[in-house]
């Protein structure tokens, strides 16, 4: 995840990390990863490579040069400005919004964006699905012109998650699995998969403890075990998006690539 190869700016946790972004580039290639998952967040307007045609041949003669990939974009964003509790000329806006970083994304060779419908953009209700709903139907003509895939992040239950996605069952919309997010509202991975499996689309690893915050990989309540037989089930052979604990401040190539080691004892 972006913004985890470099101290956290300003105190944030999770952001772009203006002014630094390039750095990202030989330090994933050092820590062994193969690809970093964009950030698209209020935080980083104005300053986002993705935003310009000079930012955007920077990013790639980077990803070319050091072989690291940009296959995706979290779009943090829409945290700020979320689809739900929103006015009908707010979720306009925002749609329009989401429509513009899918023609931004297409052109660094993007093929999904993820959707964080968590914390304050929560899925909260009925009316909360209705409005989810309503932006991806209308944003699906821009993803389908991208060729886009719009994964969902979310904290409903497995049920509730399966029974929203039934309701809009476009192949371009698709499960983005976190599971430290997971384990710290107690779901199960089995559960999860059974619910909506066939529509999972990327994963996020992480680990939380239960009804609490992030832990280094290991240390938290999340069934790692279960989640990998689970997706090997699947038969998934998508990304493993590297969304964990931060460790010591300095020290994030070292960090990155044990905790690449960790998860890729889980693969063999």
């Not at 993705?50 to 945290?79: H, K, N, P, Q, W």
Request: charged residues 25%; hydrophobic residues 40%.
């Amino acid at each position: 995840m972006q913004g985890r190869l470099g101290p956290p700016v300003e105190g944030r946790f999770q952001s772009f990390p203006r002014g630094r972004w390039a750095e990202e580039f030989p330090r994933a290639a050092e820590a062994g990863l193969g690809a970093i998952e964009w950030i698209y967040d209020s935080y980083g307007m104005g300053a986002n490579s993705i935003e310009t045609d000079e930012g955007i041949a920077e990013l790639m003669a980077l990803s070319r040069s050091c072989r690291v990939a940009v296959r995706s974009v979290c779009a943090d964003y829409f945290m700020d400005f979320p689809f739900v509790r929103a006015t009908d000329a707010e979720r306009s806006e925002r749609i329009a919004k989401l429509g513009w970083l899918l023609r931004q994304a297409h052109r660094i060779g993007v093929t999904r964006i993820v959707l964080p419908f968590v914390d304050q953009s929560a899925i909260g209700d009925d009316g909360d699905r209705d409005a989810v709903i309503d932006a991806l139907r209308r944003a699906l003509p821009a993803a389908e012109d991208a060729g886009i895939e719009l994964h969902l992040e979310t904290s409903l239950a497995p049920a509730e998650f399966a029974a929203l996605l039934e309701r809009i069952p476009h192949p371009l919309v698709k499960v983005n699995y976190d599971s430290g997010n997971s384990s710290s509202l107690g779901y199960r991975p089995a559960e999860e998969f059974a619910a909506y499996g066939e529509r999972l689309g990327s994963v996020h690893i992480k680990d939380r403890v239960l009804q609490g915050g992030t832990v280094p990989l290991g240390e938290g309540d999340a069934d790692l075990e279960a989640v990998f037989a689970g997706l090997r089930r699947l038969n998934y052979d998508g990304d493993f998006i590297l969304q964990v604990a931060r460790g010591m401040p300095g020290h994030e190539v070292a960090w990155a690539r044990q905790n690449r080691t960790f998860v890729e004892r889980y693969l063999t």
